[in-house]
């Protein structure tokens, strides 16, 4: 029963869905932390598949356990040929994160263990799509580019493989860290929209493909991870910091939202931008332009003096892929290539203590009406 006394919580802010052991947020610290590690500490001294193992397994692997886990990992990256076929028939006027939807669910329908919804198969699953959708996101930002897709090489990290099957270039140490510290970053973030998604459609038992694809389609909004690709078109849009104040200004007059700005949770700052903003600027220094970190934090500081709005993680993560060579249009399926390892946590704890997730909603429409009265 709902009763018009009973409050609607708008956007279940603050709301407590379920107990989780995955991501600590405080966001008036504001503090994030996987697994009780600072995203500090983890995104400074550990790789991506370190994290991934530590997301999953709740403590960080030994020597021989991170050995086993890239290894399986690395082994597991390539795609089959039919998928690159989807994607080649796919139009051309497909949104990029369209297209990875479509793919990762045809993924699950070729999947004959697919309802299969035990831990150890959902670690299966888990891994492979974590393996695989790197390879998904890179096989057709080339193909948008009239460029054939590259094979994934097992000789490489997570990260510097996926840079490579990106550009085609092996990339050096310091494209590699950067690149590996972003996907960290981005690894997990507690109960955002996109996670929440995935859990609902757990908490009724269906199978983890479903779930992701949900929690793809979620992030694909630009309230959330589509935040990112409007971030670079915006600095882009701006041409050049001496613009960047009055930008501001007239977004905000015309009652427009910028993104890469604002948080539900972080409304004091975001733990993740710090470090992004510093990989940012790094970036522009080494590559001798620094106009997007100038621009940036030309808009940055408007939006700081005249809103007190902080900048979010998809604000500096933009111009850090840019520098990188990444195409724009697949900025989103970055992000989502690397949050299957959150999504999937999420997944595996959500089936291992589920219960189904059904809120009410406050009936405010007509009552009582009759057909031909
Ligand atoms: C992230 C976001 C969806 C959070 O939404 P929310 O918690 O519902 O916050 P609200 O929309 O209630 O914002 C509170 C106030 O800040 C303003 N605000 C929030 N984000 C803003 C932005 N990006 N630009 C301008 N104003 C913004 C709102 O207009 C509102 O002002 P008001 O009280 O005068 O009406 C929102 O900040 C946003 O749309 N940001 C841009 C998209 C983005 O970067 N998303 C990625 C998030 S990681």
């Known amino acids: 029963m709902t009763d018009a006394s009973q409050q609607v919580i708008s956007g279940l802010e603050g709301v407590l869905a379920f107990e989780s052991s995955i991501a600590f947020i405080d966001g008036a610290i504001p503090e994030l932390s996987f697994r009780g590690y600072d995203i500090q500490d983890i995104a400074q001294n550990l790789t991506f598949e370190q994290a991934a193992y530590l997301l999953w397994n709740d403590r960080l692997p030994s020597d021989d356990e991170l050995a086993a886990f890239s290894a399986d990992l690395a082994g597991q990256r390539a795609i089959p040929e039919a998928l690159i076929g989807i994607l080649r028939g796919l139009p051309a006027s497909a949104h990029p994160m369209a297209a990875l939807r479509t793919v990762v669910s045809w993924l699950g329908a070729m999947d004959a263990q697919a309802d299969d919804n035990s831990a150890a198969d959902n670690q299966r699953k888990a891994m492979a799509l974590t393996a695989q959708m790197p390879t998904i996101v890179a096989a057709q930002a080339r193909l948008q580019q009239g460029q054939e897709p590259l094979a994934p090489r097992a000789d490489l990290s997570h990260a510097a493989n996926y840079c490579y099957m990106l550009t085609g270039e092996t990339p050096d140490d310091t494209t590699t860290r950067t690149f590996d510290t972003m996907l960290i970053l981005y690894a997990e973030h507690e109960t955002n929209a996109s996670t929440f998604a995935c ?81 940012a600027e790094k970036l522009g220094q080494a590559s001798g332009d620094d106009k997007w970190f100038a621009i940036a934090t030309g808009a940055e500081q408007r939006m700081r003096d005249t809103k007190g709005i902080i900048a979010n993680v998809d604000y500096f993560a933009a111009p850090v892929l840019y520098h990188l060579g990444f195409p724009l249009s697949i900025f989103t399926n970055v992000i989502a290539s690397t949050r299957i390892v959150g999504w999937s946590a999420h997944i595996l704890e959500q089936y291992a203590n589920n219960r189904l997730i059904r809120p009410r909603a406050l009936y405010a429409g007509h009552r009582n009406r009759k057909v031909g009265a």
């Open 199 to 279: 859990r609902v459609v757990v908490g009724t038992e269906a199978d983890l493909y479903s779930a992701v694809v949900a929690g793809l389609g979620a992030i694909k909004g630009p309230l959330h991870g589509g935040a990112i690709d409007d971030v670079m078109r915006m600095l882009i849009d701006i041409g050049s910091a001496d613009r960047a104040a009055a930008f501001v200004d007239e977004a905000l007059a015309a009652r427009r939202k910028l993104p890469g700005f604002g948080h539900r949770v972080y409304r004091a700052g975001d733990p993740r931008a710090a470090q992004l903003r510093g990989m």
